[in-house]
Nanobody
Framework: QVHLVESGGGLVQPGGSLRLSCVGS????????MRWYRQAPGKQRELVAVITSGGTTNYVDSVKGRFIISRGSAENTVYLQMNSLKPEDTAVYYC???????????????WGQGTQVTVSS
C-alpha cells in the first residue's frame, strides 16, 4: 500500500506564510511528478503547482510569485511554501503523486487526505 500524508496546514492571517509538507510511504518504487491541488468550499478541485522528477515546476496563475513547490532530498517528499497568503487561498490542500509500486507496474495517481489552510484575520 501507498500512503501520502500532508502536514503544515492551519490558520494564518492575510499576508502570512505557511509551509505544507507531503511524505509518501509504503510500496513506492519510483515517483514521477508530484502536485498540490486545493479545493475551496463549493468549488472544484484545482491544480495549484506541479514539480516533475527533473525539477521542472509550474503554477496556476493565481499563486505565481507567491508559492514555491519543491522536492525534498528524499524522492518521496514534496513541499509547498506559501507566502503572501490571501483569504482566497483558503481551501483544503491535497498532495498528489504519480508513482509506481514496482518497476513493471503502471504509473498511477495517489492522493493524500488533505490539510486545511485558512487565511483569515
Amino acid at each position: 500500500q501507498v500512503h501520502l500524508v500532508e502536514s503544515g496546514g492551519g490558520l494564518v492571517q492575510p499576508g502570512g506564510s505557511l509551509r505544507l509538507s507531503c511524505v509518501g510511504s509504503g510500496s513506492i518504487s519510483s515517483i514521477n511528478a508530484m502536485r498540490w491541488y486545493r479545493q475551496a468550499p463549493g468549488k472544484q478541485r484545482e491544480l495549484v503547482a506541479v514539480i516533475t522528477s527533473g525539477g521542472t515546476t509550474n503554477y496556476v496563475d493565481s499563486v505565481k510569485g507567491r508559492f514555491i513547490i519543491s522536492r525534498g532530498s528524499a524522492e518521496n517528499t514534496v513541499y509547498l511554501q506559501m507566502n503572501s497568503l490571501k483569504p482566497e487561498d483558503t481551501a483544503v490542500y491535497y498532495c498528489n503523486a504519480e508513482l509506481r509500486t514496482a518497476w513493471w507496474d503502471r504509473w498511477g495517481d495517489y492522493w493524500g487526505q488533505g490539510t486545511q489552510v485558512t487565511v483569515s484575520s
